[in-house]
């Protein structure tokens, strides 16, 4: 059947106001095509000659088809109530500010040039706390605690113009001036570091029985109470410090600490994948399926299992916002790659091979 002009146009004013076809067209125009397109040629063995031909007429019918296999998703889906997943989402700014007396304040995105009894170096605004220099000698002996729950993240920038981004349920403990010869901070939870450099102090972050130390360098540190310390060193250089072991890090490294058994480890890595969090954005080449699921699991408070451990070999290439919708990114997958997902209830999914 012919289609014309009006009807087309008809067609899509239509599909701009389905919230159904929205998200999977704007998970669309993230889809790396050349890639699309040469994985395609690869496995339905066009030849070389048609391939040219065939690439154009198939960027016409791409939003047509995605239109259509929106509307047939929805129509065959089975008649029975399917369980509905319970979706995160992002961390707002948001924490509280333990002052050296022991009061507490209440910060959020809402403060603005907020005023904080008894820290007269302190602003707060944007979801960000800044402090200025202090040359009190006093005030390198008091202490803030700037405290993040399940929700909420927070950026602070320390009195040496050290920037740090404190992830959801962590706390940071710094003084309200930094020594002379050392600054030292305390991180329980996960925090994005860009150290200001200052060569006659050390920079050193304590967790624990782990302390990494560096004079000026980025990198991402993960220390939830009774899980494994991960540090994964961005630029720079740092020096990770356990019980009886050392370990300079480069960039590229994570460095892993077990309480359980004292080792430490260090092997090379994508280190967008551990800094996704504090970028809001993921983008990848090749990538396993398992370490993708890995940050998404964390952004969305969602559990994954898999059918079989062959599956998360499986390769991916793209680019992913926090702001993207799970389901959306799981089907996009679900069209490219021999594996497919189910909802199993509100907070785990499992993925599993299409020939189970």
């Not at 029975?80 to 002052?99: F, M």
């Not at 700037?146 to 113009?161: H, V, Y």
């Amino acid at each position: 059947m012919a289609i014309d002009n009006r009807q087309l146009r008809e067609l899509m004013e239509r599909l701009k106001t389905d919230e159904r076809f929205l998200p999977r067209y704007q998970a669309y125009r993230q889809v790396n095509r050349e890639k699309a397109w040469q994985t395609f040629c690869r496995r339905t063995g066009i030849p070389l000659r048609r391939r040219l031909v065939m690439r154009r007429v198939l960027q016409y019918a791409a939003v047509v088809l995605i239109a259509l296999g929106t509307g047939l998703y929805f129509l065959n889906r089975p008649a029975e109530e399917q369980p509905t997943l319970a979706i995160s989402a992002p961390p707002e700014g948001k924490a509280v500010l333990t002052l050296a007396d022991g009061r507490t304040v209440s910060l959020d995105e809402a403060s603005d040039s907020l005023s904080l009894p008894q820290v007269a170096n302190a602003t707060v605004g944007q979801a960000q706390i800044v402090y200025r220099q202090s040359d009190d000698r006093e005030a390198a002996q008091q202490y803030n605690t700037l405290a993040t729950d399940k929700d909420g993240e927070f950026r602070i920038e320390l009195p040496d113009g050290t920037r740090v981004h404190l992830n959801a349920s962590s706390r940071l403990t710094y003084p309200l001036a930094f020594e002379d010869d050392r600054r030292v901070v305390r991180l329980e939870g996960e925090a994005y570091f860009e150290i200001a450099k200052d060569a006659a102090r050390p920079f050193f972050v304590q967790t624990g029985e782990v302390q990494v130390q560096q004079f000026g360098t980025s990198f991402n540190l993960r220390a939830y109470t009774g899980r494994e310390v991960e540090v994964v060193l961005v630029e720079g250089s740092v020096q990770v410090q356990a019980p009886g072991q050392t370990y300079t890090m480069q960039p590229g490294e994570l460095t892993a600490y077990n309480p359980a058994d004292g080792t430490l480890t260090s092997q090379l890595v994508n280190p967008s994948f551990y800094t996704a969090w504090h970028t809001g954005k993921l983008q990848f080449e090749d990538a396993p399926l398992g370490d993708i699921m890995t940050v998404l699991s964390r952004w969305y408070d969602v559990q994954v299992r898999y059918g079989d451990e062959a599956i998360k070999a499986l390769q991916f290439s793209g680019r992913i916002t926090r702001h993207d919708n799970l389901l959306n990114i799981l089907e996009l997958m679900e069209y490219t790659q021999d594996m497919t997902f189910t909802i199993e209830d509100e907070h785990t999914i499992l993925i599993q091979s299409k020939r189970h």
